[in-house]
T-cell receptor
């Protein structure tokens, strides 16, 4: 079983602060996705990263895939209350033909 | 723009009862999935169907069965519910099983087994 560890598990910050959440594994993934889930809803895809070292930006969110494709980070600049939610990473391994989800980081941004 | 529709949204079962969770997608996707989500444990794959006519076990298949009824529909059955199956169940679909493609999730079914 390929494990994805996300840290921190919980994060509570004030509006306007910056933050980084991490997704780490000892396994190599073909691609990695980040999802955001709001209470009572299903996860929604934010980004897919495929190439080692790849950086993608989505407005105030910056995603990076590690050079060895074993880890990823999500950086949020000037967090807003609307960023509150559960952030999940999911790694896909072509050989296994399946994805593995991390346990998530619960982010709370206080006004 | 329905996307992925799950029914029911809430269900309470007694231990030993059976039920079927329904899932339908209208995006002409080939692959469909069933996950369960427990507090602090993220999403765990129960079963998936890479394409119409095929199903495969995921991480936690024990106590569940699935049916890919057609390209649109993928149902999850609990034959004899147990309290350990209390969870939120999510159905998802993607164009292909390759996770480079986006997975779309339903709103979830909140199941309590007493």
């Amino acid at each position: 079983t390929q494990l994805l560890e996300q840290s921190p598990q919980f994060l509570s910050i004030q509006e306007g602060e910056n933050l980084t959440v991490y997704c780490n594994s000892s396994s190599v993934f073909s691609s990695l996705q980040w999802y955001r889930q709001e209470p009572g809803e299903g996860p929604v895809l934010l980004v897919t990263v495929v190439t080692g070292g790849e950086v993608k930006k989505l407005k105030r969110l910056t995603f990076q895939f590690g050079d060895a494709r074993k880890d990823s980070s999500l950086h949020i600049t000037a967090a807003q209350p609307g960023d509150t939610g559960l952030y999940l990473c999911a790694g896909y391994n072509t050989n296994a033909g399946k994805s593995t989800f991390g346990d998530g980081t619960t982010l709370t941004v206080k006004p | 723009n329905a996307g992925v529709t799950q029914t029911p949204k809430f269900q309470v079962l007694k231990t030993g009862q059976s039920m079927t969770l329904q899932c339908a997608q209208d995006m002409n996707h080939n692959s469909m999935y069933w996950y369960r989500q427990d507090p602090g444990m993220g999403l765990r794959l129960i079963y998936y169907s890479a394409s119409e006519g095929t199903t495969d076990k995921g991480e936690v298949p024990n106590g569940y069965n699935v049916s890919r009824l057609n390209k649109r529909e993928f149902s999850l059955r609990l034959e004899s519910a147990a309290p350990s199956q209390t969870s939120v169940y999510f159905c998802a679909s993607s164009e292909w099983g390759n996770m480079n493609t986006e997975a779309f999730f339903g709103q979830g079914t909140r199941l309590t087994v007493v």
